[in-house]
């Protein structure tokens, strides 16, 4: 899942074995992104991301945590995230990611009304939930999670059933010692509105040439402002974003042999195979067609990377 594929609306897409029963768990390393970092991005669907092994930084909206073995994070829908390895270290984590209909999600009926859609599309919503692993009730819900791995992955006659159940336990958790007790949140701030306008039109042109003044123009801003924005929510400047977005979309492209590296290239956005080869090294460590020749040895059982 290098890529993430998204819909008309930017949301990630085909994550998901079976589209009307939107839930996936499945364990990671952090070197299986070979930069050892998942960009910024955002999808409707909750996440939870737990380590199991090593150390991850987590950058959400207004938020950064260090997260070590037995922690981890509830990341809401909609809400801009991305994690990366700590100090070059390997990580090996735990994501299970799963739509708020599971939980029962819409906007009429009691339950819903009183337990699920204030903190998705109310006025009691949150951006992220750290869980440190060591009051019992995280304990509790970091175990409800294990046994949410174990079901899905037998998936015995109604499994579904067995999820769903579990996915609720863990909200009963959650708003029994965090959610009950959250204050009524104010509108949020269009600038946090902002840096979806700016990711949403990266993503949308990359093909193209793209300047800063696109990006900000795109936000009715000033290119000024959109570098401090970027810097303040993504830790990087828009152009910096610009490239690592093209050259990660890259590897999905460089797996197809069907396409040359110039083609490559041009698909996501490169004026010439050499200013795409430069900067593919310069991130990747590796040429594209070394990248393509160590993919494929990895994918014939030759080992990890190199």
Known sequence: MEHIERNQDKMETGMFLDEDFAF???ERRISDYRDGEVLSHWHIELEFILVLEGCLDYIGENSEYMLSEGQGVLVNGNVLHSYRRKEMKECRYLVMIFHPSLLGYSNEGRISKKYIYPYFAGNKTFLDIC???EEA????FIKAVFEADRIFEVQAKGYELDLQMTLLRCWRILYENVLCSRPVQPEKDTKDELIYKAVKYIREHMGGKIYLSDIADACSISNTECCRMFKRQVG?????YVKKYRIKRSLDFL???DYSIMQVAEMVGFDSQSYYTKVFRGMMKCTPQEYR???EKVNQG???WE
Do not use: A, F, H, V
């Not at 009730?137 to 509790?140: D, G, M």
């Not at 990087?236 to 910096?240: F, G, I």
């Open 302 to 304: 030759g080992g990890m």
């Open 236 to 240: 990087q400047s828009p152009m910096e």
């Open 293 to 295: 020749r160590q993919k």
């Open 255 to 257: 797996d197809q042999k």
């Open 24 to 26: 996936y768990i499945y």
């Open 137 to 140: 009730w995280q304990k509790e």
């Open 131 to 133: 869980l440190s692993g």
